[in-house]
């Protein structure tokens, strides 16, 4: 498996449980289960199995679900189990992976033995990393519309995919529309809404109040926060009109909305990735230690997402960082991210230290990124969203580069809660200083005329640690 394509990550969007793809294998003949993201299975009675490629099977699948050729580019077939994913290339063979599935646990993840001996991958059919956004709005076929907009609402519900909680009404309220109907005013939406309401929302806006305040307001007396927010968006709901004036009976327009509602988070169609990073020092003995997090990799940038707090700490495009990994014997693999930054309002580039077994496989990702994009012409809609494919001309000038936001939207970078490394090269070796530093220590990085990340120059002042 090569680090480009072969993207590990945490648990998928729903928790399910050990599950084989296949469920017989002989010398000529096996039935294989694949998986789709509303986790409906589709069974294919296919040849030779150890020596079938990702390719074969991909079009068996297509070929099952008549679907349009496009989805060959949409999807990709993937090994995923609760303690690693890995996308398929089209020439990897799925058995073989999975005969060493042991290996790659113990290669990619902190497992104990225990649950690598037991850990089982399936194989699903799923949205293809590499595929762009723009590409996506151009989507007509309505079953892959419907695909996409099951696996983004599987992350979205599993808040893989941090959401701001009037964007979660919003997309919730989509959600109602696909699966209750146009919304009537003479229906009892509120107490459906109620008994299903985790199907509509992250698990963390769907708790409800418990003990005597709730006793007193008395049973279905009042609708909850987050169900009186997804009600309202529910009314909100637009509906498609057809040229007759007729409202139109299919979901695809409602699909399309749902997907372009997620365009707007950043780590949309991510591969995501486990790891940790040193927290600030924190009172008078200075204790710090680390928190996780999950590194969301797309063709856009690099976002790194605190586990525990579902926000985002960090998020950079391409044009803005310079990055390496390292994997020293006997000690931690890392992957760096360089950026620059400020502090105190004096302008320094900040260096991030992401501990994690599968560095290489991030670093490789970013670099596979970066040349896809190098490689396809400008050709995005000038409309839609930000594409990785812009020109290099529709850059920022370095000096005008707006700083990172740091708001209260989840999706927004909180640097301050990062731990990061200033220093300078002196010719000599790298030193730690307070606060700039000459040189970018990586030389991994778009060209000076690509990026709009900069160089701090150093002042004949600077304090060196």
Not at 27 to 43: F, I, S
Not at 277 to 287: C, E, F, T
Not at 340 to 348: H, K, Q, R
Not at 427 to 432: A, C, Q, T, V
Request: glycine share 6%; with cysteine.
């Amino acid at each position: 498996m090569e680090g480009t394509e072969g993207n590990p990550s945490q648990p998928g969007p729903a928790e399910r449980s050990h599950r084989s793809s296949v469920s017989s294998v002989g010398a000529r003949a096996a039935d294989v289960l694949v998986y789709l993201a509303d986790d409906t299975v589709v069974p294919l009675a296919v040849e030779n199995l150890p020596s079938l490629s990702a390719h074969e099977l991909h079009r068996a699948v297509r070929d099952v679900l008549q679907l349009p050729d496009t989805a060959l580019d949409v999807f990709a077939l993937w090994l995923v189990s609760p303690l690693l994913e890995v996308q398929l290339k089209p020439k990897h063979q799925p058995y073989k992976l999975g005969r060493q599935w042991p290996e790659l646990l113990l290669r990619f993840t902190d497992a104990p033995d225990d649950d690598v001996a037991m850990d089982e991958p399936s194989l699903q059919f799923r949205r293809n990393v590499f595929f762009p956004k723009w590409r996506e709005l151009q989507i007509r076929d309505e079953e892959v519309l419907r695909l996409l907009y099951e696996e983004a609402k599987g992350n979205v519900l599993a808040a893989r995919y941090p959401c701001d909680v009037e964007d979660c009404e919003a997309l919730g309220a989509l959600v109602c529309r696909v699966q209750l109907g146009p919304y009537q005013p003479g229906q009892p939406a509120a107490c459906t809404l109620r008994e299903k309401l985790d199907s509509f929302l992250p698990a963390h806006l769907c708790k409800r109040s418990h003990g005597l305040f709730a006793a007193l307001r008395g049973r279905g007396a009042r609708v909850g926060t987050g169900e009186q927010g997804l009600l309202n968006a529910y009314r909100q709901v637009k509906e498609t009109v057809s040229n007759s004036g007729a409202q139109e009976a299919s979901l695809g327009s409602h699909y399309r909305a749902y997907l372009l509602k997620c365009h707007e988070l950043p780590f949309y169609g991510c591969a995501f990735f486990h790891g940790e990073v040193d927290k600030p020092a924190q009172g008078i003995l200075h204790r710090g230690g680390r928190k996780p997090v999950v590194v969301a990799i797309s063709l856009e940038g690099v976002y790194v997402i605190d586990s525990r707090e579902k926000h985002v700490l960090l998020g950079l495009r391409f044009q803005e960082l310079s990055w390496d990994h390292t994997s020293p014997e006997e000690e931690e693999p890392v992957l760096w991210l360089e950026f620059d930054g400020d502090t105190e309002g004096l302008p320094v580039n900040k260096l991030l230290r992401i501990y994690s077994k599968q560095a290489e496989l991030m670093s490789g990702l970013i670099e596979y990124c970066i040349e896809l994009n190098q490689a396809v012409e400008p050709t995005a809609p000038q409309e839609s969203l930000p594409s990785p494919h812009s020109a290099p001309e529709s850059l920022p000038p370095p000096t005008q580069r707006p700083k990172l936001r740091r708001q209260s939207s989840v999706v927004c970078s909180r640097i301050q809660h990062l731990s990061t490394i200033d220093y300078v090269e002196d010719g000599k070796g790298i030193k730690r200083v307070k606060p700039k530093r000459s040189t970018s220590f990586f030389s991994r990085q778009l060209s000076a005329g690509q990026r709009g990340y900069t160089v701090v120059q150093p002042a004949d002042s600077l304090e060196q640690g």
